[in-house]
Structure formats: structure tokens, C-alpha cells
């Protein structure tokens, strides 16, 4: 439901959103004021996600309660699947504000323990399959053992509320997929797929960092395999 006050709503459509007021708070904090701003921790000036203060500019976030109690690993797979569909069909569909129109998948149900299992799996399996649709997801909740780009002990995922984000694959994500704590498998996956999607529209130098850590990153496959 997406709140217009030049229209009415009914009692079903308020009770909706007032049961999911608290779970969209806790989301709405996260994303304008901590992920949109800078952090002391954070390693290097500038806001710790800075896809995040465009994107709000341009009011291109959509945000979406996936409204089930302890869902399974089968429940969530089938609500991003449903939801990965539904973005690619949401406004905008051209331009720049396609490029920053990102959604977010909250997830109250999920308690606090169980979202590592839950929420990190499911990311890493659908990442490699994304990067190559251009595509990124995020994995967010208060567990998170993902460190920052700048500071190994900075945290940024670190979320209240377990969250999956989804948005267009950009230029700017290279450095997220050539993380050394990754298998070089992986590696490889993300890189493919980055240069699958993106192709000629990467500048030289993000096409030939890619090249360059793809090879790496191959190079270090057959060594493993050889052992």
C-alpha cells in the first residue's frame, strides 16, 4: 500500500499499515538516518551506503512488509521471488530514476538468532544469479558479521529489523564483488556477471579492474584445484 493523502482508505487498508508501522520505522531509520549519512566508523567521508541519498532525492526506495510469522527458508525464497518480479515492473521504468529505484523487504517475523541462517544464505545463493540480470541484493540484520569497505570492524548491514534489499546493478559496485573473504568460485560468478550486465557501458578503468580480478580470481581457482 503506498500512502496518498489526496485519497481516502479503508478500515482494512489502515489496520494494514498500522500493523506494520513499527517494522517500517525501524526500516525508515535504518535507511535515512544511518545508511544515507556519514559514520565516524565508517572509514571514508561520505554517507555509508552512497547509493542511499540520491536514490531519497529522487524518492525512488519502495519498501515492502513480507507480513509472516517465523517464515521458512521456502516462505522468504517464494516472497523475493514474487517481489524480484514486481520490481522490475514498479515506476520508474526509464532513466536515471530507474538506476536508483531500489525496494526493500522487511521481514518482522524473522527472529533476531535465526536471521544469519535465514537472510545470509538466501543472499548468497541469489547473488550470483542476480549480478548476471543486473541486479544487487543486500542482506541487513542486527548480526551481521559483513564489514565495511574502509574498516574491518565497522559493520554497516547491522539492522534492527531483518531487511533484503533489491536494486539495479551499477558501475560503482565492483568493489562489493571482489570481497577476499569470497571463494574464488564465487568471485568469478560476480565478476562474470557484472561484465555481463553492464558490458560497454563500463568506463576502461572499471572494465579493466574487473578483467584483471576476474583473471585473479581464476588464477587462484586452479591453484586450489591442483592442491
Excluded at 560497454?200 to 584483471?212: K, N, P, Q
Aim: aromatic residues 10%.
Amino acid at each position: 500500500m503506498k500512502l496518498d493523502c489526496k485519497q481516502g482508505y479503508t478500515l482494512d487498508e489502515v489496520k494494514l499499515f498500522l500493523s506494520h508501522q513499527e517494522a517500517l520505522k525501524k526500516a525508515y531509520d535504518y535507511v535515512v538516518n544511518f545508511a544515507a549519512k556519514p559514520h565516524p566508523e565508517r572509514g571514508k567521508p561520505g554517507a555509508v551506503c552512497p547509493f542511499l541519498p540520491k536514490a531519497i532525492k529522487l524518492d525512488t526506495i519502495w519498501m515492502a512488509v513480507v507480513d509472516k510469522q517465523t517464515p521458512n527458508r521456502e516462505e522468504i525464497i517464494g516472497d523475493l521471488e514474487h517481489y524480484i518480479e514486481w520490481f522490475k515492473h514498479i515506476n520508474p521504468l526509464t532513466g536515471e530514476e530507474r538506476r536508483y529505484k531500489s525496494l526493500i523487504l522487511i521481514f518482522p517475523g524473522i527472529g533476531e538468532n535465526e536471521a544469519p541462517t535465514l537472510i545470509d544464505s538466501i543472499h548468497q545463493m541469489y547473488k550470483r544469479h542476480l549480478v548476471y540480470h543486473e541486479l544487487m541484493i543486500g542482506d541487513f540484520h542486527a548480526l551481521s558479521t559483513t564489514p565495511g569497505l574502509y574498516n574491518p570492524t565497522f559493520y554497516p548491514l547491522r539492522s534492527s529489523v531483518p531487511m533484503i534489499a533489491i536494486r539495479y546493478l551499477i558501475e560503482e559496485d565492483l568493489p562489493f564483488l571482489t570481497q577476499p573473504f569470497d571463494p574464488p568460485e564465487v568471485r568469478i560468478q560476480f565478476l562474470e556477471g557484472y561484465l555481463h550486465s553492464l558490458g560497454d557501458t563500463l568506463s576502461t578503468h572499471s572494465r579493466t579492474t574487473a578483467e584483471s580480478a576476474l583473471a585473479q580470481a581464476r588464477g587462484e581457482r586452479t591453484k586450489s584445484s591442483m592442491k
